[in-house]
Nanobody
Framework: QVQPVESGGGLVQPGGSLRLTCGVS????????MGWYREAPGKQRELVAI???????KYADSAEGRFTLSQDNTTNTVYLQMNNLQSEDTAVYFC???????????????WGQGILVTVSS
């Protein structure tokens, strides 16, 4: 029922910026710890940016200083601002949530369907 849906991907030139949006159908604050992962061509899914606790964020080394994770609890929306994009950022990006409130009837981890970001000149 809590289904992330990504938007905002597309084609961008190196050095450009995109903002990915993850809309969630239900409340996430206090229930899911949200973040973003990506799958580059020929590579496994990897962490990009996640909330690890209140006010704390973890970024991949490659994203640190270029990407910014944020969340708006009034709209149940998670954002990933991506600046100075490079070709190695090309990937399918997935919105992710890890449940922090016990409920065996609900999935522990939720995923969006993924959205493609292509960085190319």
């Amino acid at each position: 029922q809590v289904q992330p849906v990504e938007s905002g991907g597309g084609l961008v030139q190196p050095g450009g910026s995109l903002r990915l949006t993850c809309g969630v159908s239900g409340t996430i604050s206090g229930i899911y710890a949200m973040g973003w992962y990506r799958e580059a061509p020929g590579k496994q899914r990897e962490l990009v940016a996640i909330f690890t606790s209140l006010g704390y964020k973890k970024y991949a080394d490659s994203a640190e200083g270029r990407f910014t994770l944020s969340q708006d609890n009034t709209t149940n929306t998670v954002y990933l601002q991506m600046n100075n994009l490079q070709s190695e950022d090309t990937a399918v990006y997935f919105c992710n949530g890890v449940r922090v409130v016990y409920d065996p009837s609900k999935p522990l981890v939720i995923w969006g369907q993924g959205i493609l970001v292509t960085v190319s000149s």
